[in-house]
């Protein structure tokens, strides 16, 4: 999608090249801001925030994204990315287990719907006669 410049020139995506220090910058940027929505991600499924979390999960895997875009991806080599990459994992492991018991929770909320929705189905079809006389 071309864009505008400061000038009123336009730029397409093949005509911009980043230096080295722009795509740096730029990955920077992109991984603070996935450990920011992966910090949030927390917060939403402690609070049991299944839309709000989907939604955050969404715009984690657009940065992502845009990080496999990149031309370069020589920040991932950095003590920096690596430190941002050691605060992600475990978060990242404990959204995945808290994630698993929702799930887990879920199917036996739905089983125990279906046994109830089955045992009043075969309550109700048998032939119960309410007009019967004792």
Do not use: C
């Not at 071309?2 to 722009?22: F, I, L, N, R, W």
């Not at 879920?106 to 004792?134: E, I, T």
């Amino acid at each position: 999608m071309p864009d505008d410049d400061a000038k009123g020139e336009v730029k397409t995506e093949s005509s911009v090249q980043m230096s080295e220090e722009e795509l740096l910058r730029t990955a920077k940027n992109l991984w603070t801001n996935y450990l920011d929505l992966t910090q949030e991600l927390m917060k939403f499924i402690d609070r049991q925030d299944i839309d709000t979390f989907m939604l955050i999960v969404e715009h984690r895997q657009h940065l992502i994204k845009k990080i496999e875009a990149l031309p370069s991806h020589e920040y991932r080599k950095l003590k920096e990315f690596k430190e941002i990459a050691d605060k992600i994992k475990p978060m990242d492991r404990e959204i995945m287990y808290k994630a698993r018991g929702w799930l887990n929770k879920s199917r036996r909320q739905n089983n125990v719907v279906r046994s109830y929705d089955l045992g009043v189905s075969l309550a109700m079809n048998q032939s119960v006669s309410f007009n019967k006389r004792y």
